[in-house]
């Protein structure tokens, strides 16, 4: 394989599995943030401690996930100069800013309020409990914003100047903050990390109760999760889907037309449901379809004539169109599924038969693993679709990466990540897995990680 | 402006080196000072809350690098791509020891995690005075601003080094004792018992052959990169840090023998703050000296991102900074005092 294909596989790799992390935890944060904030309110205090024991056990879990997306993460900023350092040498005037921004004042405040989160609940009060939980979240999600105004700039370039040694320099740094593709992606992306952490949340109070064990807490996991379930599968597809798809469309028709493996030019396009494309003969093979969908979803009308990409040069066309494909149906299938979910479930819980019926706690508790495919899936819908552009329209993938760093070089650093990273799942799995086991109540005897002076409280 | 991020820059790997020093320093010491699970216990207790807070001061250096100085960032991390990937995997290693250690209960598996957090700290304590060597003493740049440096070679600094020769190898062995002492020092001042005496006899063992190092560092800096005196040269006060150096050494000696335990953990970090400052100041205006005949030094000038970014950079990264402070020294303050010997499980 040529250099050029190592750096993408690489860093697609390492960033796919980066991402694993981050979805949940940001996530959770939530969902930590909403059971710390039921244990405030609540005066029943046997409702209390059980609120808190909840947001205790979440916050261990957290605690592993965060460790793990701390450490694949600093690989991630490492690897913008080590095998993409052409692309850090032009561009990093520009996205060099949010990558900062989100170091200072996101990781900082992350790690000092998850110490306290995690060690200080004796020894601050309950109420800068709730404040130390709620930073941990606010740090997790300004984290993310930095993050995807990165990737917005290079998805779609704003507030930047071509300076005269052919880098690029910001022209405004509120234009770059304010991009609106970043405000799209973001509403969009974080739903989706909502969607994962509430799936694994109510996946395990759905196990709980089919195992008949820590059945009040459960009660208690299932229906926050589908509550938070409920309302994030909604915003995925309304509005955060549709507008980021309507601006997909205007911005980046050669991405939109990958996506639906529209060939031609239509009026009054179809939506795809499945299908085969083929590259070759610029057809979908056994499709299914239902006529006249995309041009009302794009334009608000049924007639209106969806761009195909027979009017993009061919040097333009996503460089691995099945591949998009495939991503965005499965990203888009399966959200419609997730909503379909949790709205039955959603129903049962207002009619008070969630918590036995066990037709609906089965695909709960198996349906976990699913949303972490999705938000793969769309994250690889959003980069295989710019490409073959790395900063699109200015910016080609090929012109980005390291041409010192050669090609043996960058497999031999590809398979020590997958070899490393092939332990940390079994260690994740691991502990999540025992975790989970021990339940909420299970006595902690964990030493070692843990803050000496809480031996007084 | 440039000079401003250049000593942001400097100044924010300092702090990054001073804090995550200790604890990569604990990692260095931890299997010879700490021989009961209980002291294994206490170590890891002492740095426990504090030891990632630590490390965020490596990537928002990094960042910081990066925004600030983007064509430095570019030729260096793509130049150093292998030893900064070995970094990134010790790193890894390293994060998961003190995770994975405190979740089991099994002696094996602590026994393993027990090495691998010593070997993952020990090498990253070399590879980064190896990178910091490295860094003063050039490297071959191309006309592109580029290089790549194979791992090893003859072991001769000159037009065609390698990552490791003898200079390199000489800043790695100084950065293994000198952040050993620092965690010595830290154990020292955070824990009771067996284990502080024992921390305080080793540091006390460990100071006369730091002393030697130190020494000897500078003639190897001026051998290696005879350049190193010229800003000493036009600017006096450079000198402040080599001075500060001594004084840091003197106080160092004279905490161990009184048992002074703050003042000489304190005397720690100033040694490591002013060996690290001395080292900018004599490589300054320049970021990225060459060796050899082609390229020419990637310096402030050439390297400083665009007015704009600059500018408003200096704003956001002040604020930041401040708040990062805060909550640092909230963290600090909350987990103040010694860690005792016999600490009760609790934690996550």
């Known amino acids: 394989m040529d250099a050029l294909t190592l750096h993408r596989i690489h860093f697609a790799f390492t960033i796919t599995y980066h991402y694993l992390f981050p979805q949940l935890t940001m996530g959770l944060a939530l969902l930590i943030v909403a059971l710390k904030t039921v244990a405030l309110r609540t005066h029943d205090p046997d409702q209390r401690e059980r609120y808190d024991i909840s947001a205790r056990f979440w916050a261990r879990i957290f605690a592993v996930n965060f460790v793990l997306g701390v450490v694949t993460g600093i690989p991630m900023e490492f690897q913008f100069g080590t095998n993409w350092s052409e692309f850090s040498r032009r561009t990093g005037g520009v996205i060099g800013q949010p990558l900062a921004m989100e170091g200072v004042f996101s990781f900082f405040l992350e790690s000092a309020f998850l110490g306290l989160l995690l060690f200080g609940e004796k020894k601050i009060s309950r109420k800068l409990h709730w404040f130390a939980a709620f930073m941990v979240f606010l740090g997790s999600w300004i984290s993310g914003f930095f993050i995807i105004v990165t990737d917005a700039w290079m998805q779609h370039p704003v507030a930047y100047r071509l300076m005269p040694n052919g880098t690029y320099e910001v022209t405004s740094f509120w234009g770059l903050l304010m991009n609106p593709w970043a405000w799209l992606q973001y509403a969009h992306n974080m739903s989706g990390a909502v969607i994962t952490g509430a799936f694994v949340v109510a996946a395990t109070g759905a196990l709980y109760l089919l195992q008949q064990k820590h059945v009040e807490y459960g009660r208690i996991f299932l229906k926050v999760g589908v509550v938070a379930g409920i309302i994030s599968c909604i915003a995925q597809i309304f509005p955060t889907g549709d507008l980021h798809g309507k601006y997909m469309a205007r911005h980046q028709p050669a991405a939109v037309a990958g996506m639906e493996g529209l060939f031609h030019s239509t009026p009054g396009a179809p939506m795809v449901l499945m299908g085969q494309p083929s590259v070759e003969k610029q057809t979908i093979d056994n499709p299914l379809v239902v006529n006249k969908v995309l041009s009302f979803l794009i334009y608000g009308t049924t007639t209106a004539e969806v761009k195909g990409l027979d009017q993009i040069p061919r040097d333009q066309w996503p460089s691995a169109l099945p591949l998009l494909f495939y991503s965005y149906h499965i990203m888009a299938g399966l959200g419609t599924y997730f909503a379909a979910l949790m709205v039955v479930a959603g129903f049962l819980l207002w009619r008070g038969k969630l918590y036995s019926t066990r037709w609906i706690l089965w695909p709960i508790l198996l349906s976990f693993p699913l949303p972490y495919i999705a938000n793969t899936a769309g994250w690889m819908t959003a980069e295989l679709g710019r490409q073959p552009w790395l900063v699109y329209g200015l910016m080609r993938t090929s012109e980005g990466y390291s041409k010192h760093v050669g090609p043996e070089t960058s497999l031999f650093t590809l398979l020590g990540f997958l070899g490393m990273y092939s332990l940390l799942s079994i260690l994740w799995i691991v502990l999540v897995y025992t975790a989970i086991q021990k339940g909420p109540k299970a006595p902690v005897v964990d030493e070692g990680h843990d803050a000496h002076t809480l031996t007084t409280a | ?348």
Not at chain 2, 197 to 225: G, Q
Request: proline residues 5%; hydrophobic residues 55%; charged residues 10%.
């Open chain 2, 1 to 348: 402006m440039g000079t401003l991020w250049f000593w942001i820059v400097a100044a924010m790997l300092t702090v990054y080196v001073v804090l995550d020093g200790f604890d990569l320093g604990v990692g260095i010491v931890y299997p010879f000072v700490a021989r009961t699970e209980q002291e294994k216990r206490q170590a890891m207790h002492a740095i426990g809350p504090v030891w990632d807070g630590n490390e965020v001061w490596l990537i928002a250096g990094g960042g910081t690098l990066f925004f600030a100085f983007p064509l430095l960032y570019a030729s260096s991390f793509s130049g150093f791509y292998l030893p900064l990937t070995i970094v990134l995997w010790l790193l890894i290693v390293r994060g998961l020891s003190i995770e994975m250690r405190s979740h089991t209960h099994d002696s094996v598996y602590k026994t393993f995690f027990d090495a691998t957090f010593f070997l993952s700290s020990a090498l990253l304590a070399v590879f980064f005075g190896a990178a910091l060597a490295n860094v003063i003493r050039g490297v071959p740049l191309g006309a592109d601003d580029y290089f790549f440096l194979p791992l090893w070679t003859d072991w001769r600094t000159g037009p065609n080094p390698g990552i490791l020769d003898w200079y390199t190898v000489l800043g790695g062995v100084l950065a293994l004792l000198a952040l050993a002492l620092h965690g010595l020092l830290y154990l020292a001042l955070k824990t009771t018992g067996d284990l502080n005496a024992r921390s305080s006899a080793w540091a006390r063992r460990l100071w006369p052959v730091i002393a030697v190092i130190t020494a000897a560092s500078v003639p190897a800096t001026v051998i290696a990169r005879p350049d190193s005196l010229v800003h000493y040269q036009e600017h006096g006060f450079a000198w402040l840090a080599p001075a500060m150096v001594v004084v840091s050494l003197a106080t160092i000696m004279l905490s161990l023998a009184k048992r002074w335990e703050w003042r000489a953990f304190l005397g720690s970090c100033f040694y490591l703050a002013s060996m690290l400052v001395g080292a900018a100041a004599g490589l300054y205006p320049v970021l990225l000296p060459t060796v050899g005949s082609e390229g020419h030094d990637i310096t402030i000038a050439r390297a400083l991102a665009g007015p704009h970014t600059v500018r408003v950079g200096l704003v956001w990264w002040t604020f930041g900074i401040l708040l990062a402070v805060l909550y640092s020294a909230t963290v600090y303050w909350l987990f103040r005092g010694k860690v005792p010997e016999h600490t009760e499980g609790y934690g996550h």
